[in-house]
Each structure stands twice: as C-alpha cells, then as structure tokens.
C-alpha cells in the first residue's frame, strides 16, 4: 500500500483521517514540524496531506522544507481558512492541491488517487527519459560523436582478448571510464577490476603495492602482503599515470606482462598470475622512451592495442548530451529538483573550449547546480573563474573582425557558429543576416529552428 503522511496539529483530525483512510494506505501522523520532517527523512512517504495552520509554524514553510528534503514528494495542502492568495502561495512551492475544510472524504480519497496517478506517470517520465539519456551513451560513456564511435568500435573489439592496452589522451578525457568499459563489458567482468595511480604512491610503496611482500622484508613489514597482480588475477589492473612509474619498478613489470608471473619482495619464489593489463597516460611514450625515462621494450609490450581518448574540443556535438547527463547527475545526487540552463548559459557553454575535457564540465556542472538558485541557472551562476578565463572569448563573438572556430570540431558545428555569429552582429535582424550569408530567409529559419530543437 501506498504510504501517507497526515500533518496537522488537531490530533482528532489526524485520527479520523487516519481511521477513514487506513484500508487504502499505510498512515503515518505528525502534529508538528519536526516530527513530520522526521518521518518523511526516514519513511518512504508517497504522499503528504499538510495542514497550512500548524499552531505556531505555517505549513507553507514546512512545504518548502518537504520539496527541499524530496522534491519529488506529492504535498496536498488543507486549510479552513482557504484564499486565493494563500492557494497561489502553495502551488508555487510544489504543492500538488488544496483542500478547504471541512474535508469530504470521497474528495480527499479522488484527490489523493489523482496525486498518486500524477506520482507514478511522473516516475515512469524519469524512467524513458533515462532510456532516452542511455541512447546517447556506452556502457555509461556518453557521446555520439564520430570521435567516441571510434572508441566505442574499439572497445568492442578488444574486450574479450588478454593483450595490454594502452590508452593515451589529455587529462580528464576520461580513460579510465574506457577501461572500465573493456572489462565491464568483456568476458572478465565477474573478476576484480583493479585501479592503482602510478604516480599517487611513492616507489617504495608502489612496489609492495603490487608485487606484494614477504613478513619482514622490510622495516615495518610485520605480515606478509599480497600484492595487487595476484589480487586481481583473472581480471583486469588498470595501471593510471603509467609514464611516471619508476624505471626499476618498469622492469619488474616487463616480466609481469612477458611471462605472467610476479615475485613478492623479499621472495624468490615466483607466482602465476592471470591478468589483463591496461595503462593509461597523457604525456607522449615515445618522447620519454627517446630521454630515457621510460623502458622501450615495456613500451612496446604495453602498447600493443592503443586507443586515444579525443579531447573535448574534438568532440563538440557531445557537450549538449554531457551537460544533460552530468545535470540530471547532480541534481539528483545533491536532492535538488529540476534544473536546467538557460539559453545565454547554454551559448556560452557550447562554445568553451574545455582545457579540463570533460572533467572540467563535470565540476562546472556540478557548480551551477549546488549555487543556483532557482530551477534555471543563468549565465551569472556558472563559475566566476570560468568567466574570467572566457572573457576573450565572448568579446570574440560579437567581434565583426571573425568568430572563433576551433581546431576539431565538425563542418555542421563552424556553420552554425557562423549562422549564429551573423545573426548576433545584425541583431536579430534576419534578412540582413540571409543576404550577408548568401542564403534564403526560409533557409536561416530552417537553420535556426534546427538550433532551436537541439538545445
């Protein structure tokens, strides 16, 4: 059964509606702010009947901290003294209905059915809309970029074999989600998918790391320990920052990936291990194996399938899909209701060139949502560093000298740059902006429509 919450301060009234509705729902009561807030924190309430007279606390502000709490909660406000005004007040905090007292409960048990209707279609919306947002991904990596398609064939390709894999790219583009992706998807998923940063641990320790050590091998030894290679064993390890692994701890591993076997310090005895190994690094191999910081045979031994994550820039017809996964993301992790951007904001996200990738649009994201105000988030609520480094930038749109075109992006995206760029420097004007671009007016609108449509 559905669970309901009553809150109000007349116990009489939380008893009778309780008695009259217990058959249809489990009910809980609260005459009181605070014992109410503590049900709905703990209990799976489906629906609040919520009286806007709460002795000494209004139910309007107990609303507010109940959208605020879950805002997917469904709240039916009740009041004896009902107003227009007070009615508006209530429904622009999120309350689903109004009920003047006295109650007739067969219009209580329709409203309440009707609320729990809106309740289930509004979940079943959430659920195709994140069918609709999976379409847009890969085994959790989103994109439909011609560049991620490439990743996405590869990843297919090479998920069931045991050669090492190397995956290069920018910091933040993320190849460890690729990794993830290889294993999760392949024939090892049900074995230990293991993660270490090559260049987080110092070298005494990433050794003992991942060879593993014998009792007393060391200071400090007191156990022995069994290292990550033979942890993993059947699975994969996932090697991150492998360009700063020492050159000592290279060689080791050249004989892990050679001959499957690792030796534990302070051992001689060696031990098989079955593992896939996959490395990762945003500095350029063959440069440091040319100085002579990295070993060339472990460099070929590791590189045997390499895929490259695209940077940001390189992959701009995605940045409208991950700004859509990483929004609906936070806002569900932070407990906030719907949010989304507004057009100024959006035009000037579609247009950054992201140094960070996407990592740098996760935390931009993840921002906008935590400081935002209302459902909307302006151009003003994105991240004030972000607009200073942007600055140039955006004086470079409305300059008549160009518009700025960045290396990477596809032909479909430099012409609607320059459609919207022209458009802005005839202000809005759009047979001016026909004849300076040499197209029909029906042709812009069918352009501009097409923007419109995708965000």
């Given at each position: ?42 209990e799976s309430i489906d629906c609040v009947l919520l009286d806007l007279s709460l002795g000494h606390t209004s139910g309007l502000d107990l609303l507010v901290q109940c959208k605020k709490m ?73 994109g439909k970029s011609s560049a991620m398609s490439k990743v996405f064939q590869l990843i297919e390709k090479v998920k069931d074999i045991p050669s090492s894999i190397l995956i290069t790219g ?67 390890v996932f090697l991150d920052e492998i360009g700063e692994m020492p050159l000592p701890l290279q060689a080791k591993l050249l004989r892990v990936i050679q001959e499957k076997v690792v030796t ?192």
């Amino acid at each position: 059964m559905p669970n309901l919450l009553i809150v109000d301060d007349e116990p009489s009234i939380c008893v009778s509606l309780s008695f009259a509705l217990e058959d249809e729902y489990t009910v809980w009561t609260a005459t009181e702010e605070k014992e109410a807030l503590d049900i709905i924190r703990t209990e799976s309430i489906d629906c609040v009947l919520l009286d806007l007279s709460l002795g000494h606390t209004s139910g309007l502000d107990l609303l507010v901290q109940c959208k605020k709490m879950k805002p997917d909660l469904t709240v039916i406000m009740m009041t004896a003294y009902g107003t227009i005004e007070s009615s508006v007040q209530a429904i622009k905090a999120g309350a689903y209905h109004y009920l003047a007292k006295p109650l007739h409960m067969d219009e209580v048990k329709l409203l309440l059915n009707k609320a729990l209707e809106y309740q289930n279609l509004h979940k079943q919306v959430q659920v195709l809309s994140e069918a609709v947002r999976q379409q847009h991904a890969f085994a959790g990596i989103v994109g439909k970029s011609s560049a991620m398609s490439k990743v996405f064939q590869l990843i297919e390709k090479v998920k069931d074999i045991p050669s090492s894999i190397l995956i290069t790219g920018e910091s933040g583009t993320g190849k460890e989600l690729v990794a993830r992706a290889i294993h999760y998807e392949g024939n090892r998923k049900s074995a230990p998918f293991s993660v270490i940063n090559c260049a987080a641990i110092p070298e005494a320790l990433l050794e003992s790391e991942l060879f593993g050590h014998e009792k007393g091998s060391f200071t400090g030894a007191y156990q022995s320990k069994q290292g990550l290679f033979e942890r993993s064993s059947g699975g994969t390890v996932f090697l991150d920052e492998i360009g700063e692994m020492p050159l000592p701890l290279q060689a080791k591993l050249l004989r892990v990936i050679q001959e499957k076997v690792v030796t534990p310090l302070g051992s001689y005895k060696a031990k098989e291990v079955d593992i896939r190994i996959i490395a990762a690094t945003n500095r350029q191999l063959e440069e440091e194996v040319a100085c002579g910081r990295f070993r060339e045979d472990l460099f070929y031994r590791l590189n045997v399938i390499p895929i490259r994550t695209p940077a940001l820039r390189e992959r701009c017809e995605d940045i409208p899909y991950l700004l859509d996964h990483f929004l609906h993301g936070s806002a569900v992790q932070m407990g906030r209701g719907k949010k989304i951007f507004s057009a100024e904001s959006k035009k000037w996200l579609y247009g950054y060139s992201y140094p960070g990738n996407v990592r740098e649009l996760a935390n931009i994201v993840e921002y906008a949502v935590a400081l935002s105000q209302g459902e909307v988030i302006t151009l003003d609520e994105l991240p004030p560093a972000l607009m200073e480094r942007t600055a140039g930038l955006r004086q470079s749109r409305i300059d008549r000298d160009g518009v700025l075109i960045p290396a990477g992006i596809t032909l479909e995206e430099a012409e609607r740059r320059i459609i919207l760029h022209a458009l802005e420097l005839h202000g809005g004007h759009r047979k001016k902006t026909a004849d300076q671009l040499g197209i029909s007016e029906r042709g812009l609108r069918q352009k501009l429509k097409q923007y419109l449509e995708m965000g």
